[in-house]
């Protein structure tokens, strides 16, 4: 009943545009677009709008999105303040979120200003990323 509604009010629509267009009407058929029992021919204008809406079944169904979502790492600890972080993220976002300033200079990891401490080692927060294990990172 919903799509022959959608179907009924487009099809009005267009035969309102091309009598205030064209000066002349087209008939509208509803009894057969809302039973569905035979097609309604639009001579030739609105006929490219027939199977406009067909693609729209069960389409709430389907998930657009990421099937599983992101992997996300709960156990990342940034200069004492636990931040819930996505695996393979850069360091500098999480850092933000922990209101934890890291300074970047040249964003290649050669000047070394970004240099912090992760797990023990001493990693450049501008090339390394967040891992899927524990994380404790120092920032100084």
């Not at 809302?34 to 406009?52: E, P, Q, R, S």
């Not at 850092?95 to 890291?102: E, F, S, T």
Request: glycine share 10%; hydrophobic share 35%; proline share 5%.
């Amino acid at each position: 009943m919903y799509q022959g509604y959608r179907s009924l009010v487009l099809v009005s629509f267009i035969a309102v545009f091309v009598r205030q267009s064209y000066g002349f009407t087209i008939p509208i058929p509803t009894s057969s677009i809302i039973n569905k029992k035979t097609t309604t021919k639009l001579y030739g204008f609105g006929d490219m709008f027939k199977g406009a809406f067909s693609n729209e079944d069960g389409f709430e169904k389907e998930n657009a999105g990421l099937s599983n979502g992101p992997r996300y790492n709960e156990d990342v600890v940034i200069n004492g303040k636990p931040v819930k972080a996505v695996v393979g993220q850069k360091v500098a976002i999480p850092a933000n979120q922990a209101r934890v300033r890291i300074k970047f200079n040249c964003n290649n990891g050669d000047c070394g200003t970004c240099a912090i401490n992760m797990n023990g080692r001493n990693v450049r927060a501008c090339q390394t990323t967040i891992p899927s294990g524990k994380c404790v990172i120092r920032v100084p």
